[in-house]
């Protein structure tokens, strides 16, 4: 067992000396996709504060049923909208510095994707027609996310691969296997969404959206 153990010590020296002698170049993969948006995602909270809980939730139920049935009338598909469960508790507010309580809420969040941009307009002022409805969240979005996704990693797979071998014809060496690949977690962070709206008039109103998906990968190739 003893001799195994020495066998075992400088066996894993040997390769570890051989990994450090191997030559090897390292190189950044970057890419970025902006695509045009075809798909808003909305977040609309209802929150209902009256001064009994019973009369709170009665109100909220009211109007969530009205929400639902404006998303119906705009034809919103029922797949993409999501209602949260619902939320009671005491409402505070602060006077003077000292929290007092001034009633019961009821809360509840409605999510969902609008995939027709023409109904942007219309759906956003029949929303705004009604003073409990408050849109908390809404970003442009792509319908084929995950497919753009896995292609902006191709690309900077590749264009890694690219740099790699431009680098070493310039060296006079010859590029080899993949030894390693990681991901640039902090320069891809989340995808950017840029919102952009223009109204000119009500005949000729639009919205134009972007986002964009940026990936980074570094890659170890071998070099003969």
Known sequence: MKHF???????CYFISNAQEKQNFIEVNGTSELILIADQINFTIQIKIVDQSLEASKKTNDKNLDYLLSILEE???NPHNIET?????????EYHLRERKQNGFYTLVNVSFALTDLS??????NRIASNDYFEIIKSDYFIKDYEYQHKAA?????ETAKEKAAYMC???EVKLGRVLEIQ???????NSKFTNTFSIENTESASTNGKVTIRRSVKVKFEIE
């Open 5 to 11: 153990i020495i066998f075992l010590i400088i066996f």
């Open 169 to 171: 014809k310039a060296l």
């Open 119 to 124: 109904k942007y307009f219309e759906i956003t």
């Open 84 to 92: 949260s469960p619902t939320t009671l508790g005491k409402n505070y």
């Open 183 to 189: 991901e640039n977690d902090y320069w891809q962070s």
């Open 153 to 157: 990693y191709i690309i900077a797979l």
């Open 74 to 76: 705009m034809g919103i």
